[in-house]
């Protein structure tokens, strides 16, 4: 199968693999070796070796978050912010400042593997919701995020992605739907929906440190049926982005908390290869093994954050309404598709990619 993409030609087998193995000697000369001696010597020179003492746990906890950041459209933060609010009771502001730093690290090494390894990616989509992803970060961590509570911070995270979950669970009842790999008609009014797309994405990374991630892939999924192997990539890549521009901005606002910064320098080294190898099996993956993977996350941090989180009749409603309007619009993309299918056709996956 051939997919085409601004001029350039790309062949993939019948399960949307590229063509090409993953340069494994090139990755580590000149992307994971740098990134650790430049870590190695900023630690050596810090004197920061004992970070690992009371933060070594971290490192477990990103090992895991890294390969999703690098394999799904969740982002490490979607790992990492849960786990750290609900289970080790960390404040949301240092687990959204933590999940931004760290995938500043590892969802860009992963972007560097998946520019290596050639998967397929829509770049326009790169260029529109990037642009809206900025302002949306600043809104998010400078207006919003100081004045909501850890509770609802912690909902909201959690009933977005539950219902992103459901969608995407419901659209892939049927494994050969109709999926295409590229945004055909690319018209001004398509770049204004993937800006807004990605100023609401923008806001929601500003408060938890993930999301436009998630809203990006659920736009090309849903309202432009894209595939999801091209979709993943490309979230992945608009995540990398963006969370480098919010740690540069907290940094140079110097509003990244100190426990943060504890945190990130232990988990540099994890991160830097986590992700890149996430990458790398993503690419390997069949379509729906990449949809039952996020369903199955999804589902356990739902699960969790009912269980550890203690609920009170505000946080159910604010769960029940979150749930519900983020599924109608969700609901709305995709019945917006399926009107317009053959407007924003690019070539048709096969099924069984």
Not at 141 to 165: D, H, R
Not at 166 to 194: D, K, Q, S
Not at 311 to 327: D, E, G, H, K, Y
């Amino acid at each position: 199968m051939t997919v085409h993409n601004r001029g350039t030609t790309k062949t993939l087998d019948r399960n949307g693999i590229p063509g090409s193995d993953f340069p494994f000697v090139r990755f580590l000369t000149f992307i994971y070796l740098p990134v650790l001696a430049v870590w190695a010597l900023a630690m050596a020179a810090g004197d920061k070796w004992a970070l690992f003492i009371p933060n070594g746990f971290m490192s477990l906890v990103m090992a895991a978050g890294s390969f999703v950041a690098g394999s799904t459209s969740m982002g490490g933060g979607a790992v990492a912010f849960p786990v750290m609010t609900l289970v080790f009771d960390i404040t949301p502001a240092v687990a959204r400042d933590l999940s931004l730093m760290i995938q500043s690290v590892g969802m860009i090494a992963a972007s560097a593997a998946i520019v290596m390894i050639r998967v397929p990616v829509e770049e326009r989509t790169l260029l529109w919701a990037g642009l809206g992803g900025f302002p949306g970060l600043v809104i998010g961590y400078q207006i919003l995020s100081p004045v909501l509570e850890a509770a609802v911070v912690k909902t909201l995270f959690a009933s977005i992605v539950f219902s992103f979950g459901l969608m995407l669970w419901w659209i892939n009842r049927h494994a050969n739907r109709f999926r295409v790999t590229g945004i055909r008609r690319f018209g001004p009014l398509v770049g204004l929906e993937l800006f807004v797309a990605g100023l609401m994405g923008g806001i929601i990374s500003g408060i938890l440190g993930t999301g436009i991630d998630i809203v990006v892939f659920s736009v090309l999924v849903l309202r432009f049926g894209i595939c999801e192997k091209v979709a993943t990539p490309t979230s992945v890549i608009l995540m990398g982005i963006n969370a480098l521009v919010g740690m540069c901005w907290g940094g140079v606002n110097g509003t990244l908390a100190s426990e943060a910064w504890d945190y990130w320098w232990v988990c540099v080294p994890v991160v830097a290869f986590g992700a890149p190898f996430g990458a790398w099996c993503m690419s390997y993956w069949h379509r729906m093994h990449i949809v039952r993977f996020i369903c199955t996350l999804i589902v356990i941090q739902y699960v969790s954050t009912l269980l550890i989180l203690p609920q009170t009749p505000l946080l159910i409603i604010w769960n029940i309404f979150l749930v519900s309007f983020s599924l109608l619009l969700f609901r709305l993309f995709y019945q917006a598709y399926k009107a317009h299918r053959t407007g924003f056709g690019g070539m048709r996956r096969r099924s069984g990619g």
